[in-house]
């Protein structure tokens, strides 16, 4: 026993050794494919949660919504009206109200004739209603229009835009190109804005991904133009540098990524967090990133999983079951997916 004991401790001091550059960085839980929830969509695009488990996803190409539940049991609900699709642009993020219990409320961000624009609309079991505008006026293009939705802990919506291919949006504090927006419900600047407009965050590229930390602290992935992709904890009137600045540059006006890729490895669309990591869909890398966070910053090395198994991966979210719903575009499926 004695010796067991011995053995185990030189062993335990030999770990500690080896281990002793990164023993404060977290290792992420390892990612497990465990099935797949529903399949058939044509560019899937958002993926919202429901109070009971189910879930909605949004078609970009087809302006369709798509109830699904947990069993995997797929209804068509509605085509959201008006929406132009073409190029990156169509129906693409979608949020429940955090009081979706008592009104019912869905809200979907989508190219229109003239803009992007988000909407809400009633959902009440079987049919969506009447679509009416939130905020109008997101600059449009066939490429870079941004598009994710996501409700904060402090109840307003927070709404990711591009720079719609004029990177002079992004440094324009009149133009909601290039944005990360912060809105009431009804689509007014949240109180407390950094200038009092809709305005949260600006000198952004492309951001496509949206999710708060267990401090309550917001994150974005963000499309890089030609080398550098990003993850950025994002601050209330952070100015994130695009187009100045791809990736880290050495600005004291900017703030630098928390981490970063090449396009090839990543192009990010969703984003989520569980279990201290940031979990991060890669369009052209086609694979699933790990970022493991603790306290505002990266913690740790960032990890992929499934590269080049399940096509590109375009949203992460949250399931009522603790795993995470993972959307492919190219297999136009949600998998399931639980760490280990
Ligand atoms: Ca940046």
Known sequence: MRKRLSALASVTALLLVTAAPSAVAAVPPTPRIAGTVASGFQSPWGLAVLPDGSALLSERDTALIKHVTAAGVVRQIGRVPNVRHGGEGGLLGIAVAPTFGTDRLLYAYHTASGDNRVVRMTY???????????????PRANIHNGGRLAFGPDGFLYISTGDAANT?????????????????????????????TRVYSLGH?????????????????????????????????GNYGWPTCEGSCNDSRFINPQATW????????????????????????????AIPVSGGVRDGNTVASFTNQQGRLRTVANAADGSLWVISETTGSILRVVLG
């Open 124 to 138: 009440d079991g079987t049919t969506l209603g009447t679509p009416q505008n939130v905020v109008t006026g997101i």
């Open 168 to 196: 002079a949006n992004s440094q324009n504090p009149n133009s909601l190109g290039g944005k990360i927006l912060r809105v009431t419900p009804t689509g007014s600047p949240a109180p407390g804005n950094p200038s009092g």
């Open 205 to 237: 590229r492309n951001v496509q991904g949206l999710a708060w930390d267990e401090g309550n602290r917001l994150w974005a992935s963000e499309l890089g133009q030609n080398t550098t992709d990003e993850l950025n904890q994002i601050r209330a009137g």
């Open 262 to 289: 090449t396009t090839a490895e990543a192009s990010p669309s969703g984003l989520a967090f569980s279990r201290n990591t940031m979990w991060m869909a890669a369009l052209r890398g086609q694979r699933l990133w």
